[in-house]
């Protein structure tokens, strides 16, 4: 994996994230120097979904009216079933992405995660993958779905499920020490 010192990574989540989707990525970029940040539209702690049941917290570093995508080099999209489907009904955190998404700084996004690109108008011409259950919503919404573990497309990294996160923290750690595409 590459260097990431200097660089600041946002991930954008809320309660019923998939913890092995956020953890895991979290502990890469930060192993390779990263100063990731967590946002979210909640307060104090956000509570993880794992196997069917509520699991870790972690906190909550910048509430998402606070957020600037000036701030940050690169922003991560847990998955999900919950996670993507509250975030999307939050006006400042799809704001958020499709301002991060005009930037053309490096942007992952896991599992359910691509709604969030879906809701925030930013598929359209994109080659990516997901979670199988949300194809049709891509390619509805314009892009071209592969069935592949990690595919990136100009500094967008997407993966399909958490069997996927080696590959997945690999390549978005890698598209991030590259910079803005």
């Known amino acids: 994996m590459g260097t990431l010192t200097g660089k600041k ?73 919950i996670n993507p489907d509250k975030l999307r009904r939050d006006k400042k955190a799809v704001s958020f992405v499709r301002d991060f998404m005009e930037t053309g700084k490096p942007v992952a996004a896991i599992c359910h995660g691509p709604q969030m690109l879906i809701e925030a108008d930013a598929v359209k011409g994109r080659t990516m993958t997901s979670f199988f259950s949300i194809k049709k919503d891509l390619q509805n919404a314009g892009a071209t779905w592969i ?34 595409h």
């Open 9 to 81: 990574v946002a991930i954008l989540a809320t309660n019923g994230f998939e913890e092995s989707e956020l953890f895991g990525p979290k502990d890469a970029l930060e192993k390779s120097g990263a100063d990731v940040r967590l946002i979210s539209p909640e307060s104090g702690k956000i509570t993880a979904w794992k196997h069917g049941e509520w699991s870790r917290k972690i906190d909550v570093d910048v509430d998402i009216s606070e957020a600037e995508v000036s701030d940050y080099d690169a922003l991560m999209l847990p998955g999900g079933v």
């Open 147 to 180: 069935d592949q573990e990690v595919v990136v497309d100009n500094g967008l990294i997407t993966s399909r499920n958490p069997s996927d996160l080696e590959a997945f923290s690999s390549k978005m750690v890698e598209e991030i020490a590259e910079g803005n």
